[in-house]
């Protein structure tokens, strides 16, 4: 079993940046994928980053590539997502999830093969 929290959450202007951070407890050895979720009001959750452990590979949505980067700190058990150049678009609640059975970075961004998810961190973009 592995339980993740997230922070780094705020409010921010349209074109800065966010960082958020999501520690990773318990069974992390066993982890092959972490991704970045997140969900508006209203709208369906969208898988916005994922990390592919075997060869450190990621994928992003189109919606946020050359804006966001997704990156670990494995000795710290940290999973990490920058955010630049933000867009009122982007607001939402941003939850990170690990996976013990994604099997590639194309999977990475499938909520269907995440089992443990945090609480989220809500992000908002204002104009």
């Known amino acids: 079993q592995v339980q993740l929290v997230e922070s780094g959450g705020g409010s921010v202007q349209a074109g800065g940046s966010l960082r958020l951070s999501c520690a990773t407890f318990g069974y992390t050895y066993s982890v092959v994928c972490m991704g970045w979720f997140r969900q508006a009001p209203g709208k369906e959750r969208e898988g916005v980053a994922g990390?592919?452990?075997?060869?450190?590979?990621?994928d992003y949505a189109d919606s946020v590539k050359g804006r966001f980067t997704i990156s670990q700190d494995r000795a710290k058990n940290t999973l990490y997502l920058q955010m630049n150049s933000l867009k009122p678009e982007d607001t939402a609640m941003y939850y990170c999830?690990?996976?013990?059975?994604?099997?590639?970075?194309?999977?990475?961004?499938?909520?269907?093969?995440?089992?443990?998810w945090g609480q989220g961190t809500q992000v908002t973009v204002s104009a």
């Open positions: 999830a690990a996976s013990f059975s994604c099997s590639s970075r194309l999977h990475a961004r499938s909520q269907y093969d995440y089992k443990y």
């Open positions: 990390l592919y452990f075997g060869g450190s590979s990621t």
